[in-house]
């Protein structure tokens, strides 16, 4: 079992940064990649970003690659998503999950609560 919380999000204004942080329970973080995902209001839960068990393959949105990072301290139990040149449609409810690395949320087992991101013009 793994239990996610994430922190780190809030209001920005356009161009700004944030980064969001995953941290996990138990000791068994390291055994899975993890994801972020974010739903905007009325939208389906979409990809952002994922990363292996040792953080050596990682895989992005294609509308979001070179603006964010995903990374992972697996001492800390931490994951990471660090945003760069945040825009208006960035604005989301980000949520982390632990499961095997793939773009699709059928294959993460465990789910954060979320962390609200709201980006104004």
């Known amino acids: 079992q793994v239990q996610l919380g994430e922190s780190g999000g809030g209001l920005v204004q356009a161009g700004d940064s944030l980064r969001l942080s995953c941290t996990a329970s138990?000791?068994?973080?390291?055994?899975?990649?993890m994801g972020w995902f974010r739903q905007a209001p009325g939208k389906e839960r979409e990809f952002v970003a994922a990363?292996?068990?040792?953080?050596?393959?990682?895989v992005y949105a294609d509308s979001l690659k070179g603006r964010f990072t995903i990374s992972r301290d697996n001492a800390k139990n931490t994951g990471y998503l660090q945003m760069n040149s945040l825009k208006p449609e960035d604005t989301a409810l980000y949520y982390c999950?632990?499961?095997?690395?793939?773009?699709?949320?059928?294959?993460?087992?465990?789910w954060g609560q979320g962390t609200q991101v709201t980006v104004s013009s």
């Open positions: 999950a632990a499961g095997r690395i793939a773009t699709m949320t059928q294959a993460y087992d465990y």
């Open positions: 138990g000791r068994t973080f390291s055994t899975y990649a």
């Open positions: 990363i292996g068990q040792r953080g050596s393959g990682t």
